[in-house]
Nanobody, 119 residues
Framework: VQLQASGGGLVQPGGSLRLSCLASGFTLEDYAIGWFRQAPGKAREGVSCITSSEGSTFYADSVKGRFSISRDNAKNTVYLQMNSLKPEDTGVYYC?????????????YGQGTLVTVSS
């Protein structure tokens, strides 16, 4: 079982990035996928989550209207589109999986991908 996050990088404020979370070793469509981030010296923060069957989505207040989560079960991949990025969005972004719905009780975690928002 593996989750692999990718797509991070350096971007200027106001820019965009799309993160990907590729799953292997389990059936992605049966799982809810969440994205988290952790900035240096700060606690981990839940960013977004998408449920398995209905694809219901949830966002932290800090990213509502700017980030969008989606899934492509055929590609075993969940995406996090990040627009209008701010310096405070800087951090390591992780994805995680739990059965069906977003409860915050994740079974599988991936390694992170670094996002740096700076001019």
């Amino acid at each position: 079982v593996q989750l692999q996050a990718s797509g991070g990088g350096l971007v200027q404020p106001g820019g965009s990035l799309r993160l990907s979370c590729l799953a292997s070793g389990f059936t992605l469509e049966d799982y809810a996928i969440g994205w988290f981030r952790q900035a240096p010296g700060k606690a981990r923060e839940g960013v977004s989550c998408i449920t398995s069957s209905e694809g219901s989505t949830f966002y932290a207040d800090s990213v509502k209207g700017r980030f969008s989560i989606s899934r492509d079960n055929a590609k075993n991949t969940v995406y996090l589109q990040m627009n209008s990025l701010k310096p405070e969005d800087t951090g390591v972004y992780y994805c995680a999986a739990e059965p069906a719905v977003c409860r915050g009780e994740y079974d599988y975690y991936g390694q992170g991908t670094l996002v740096t928002v700076s001019s």
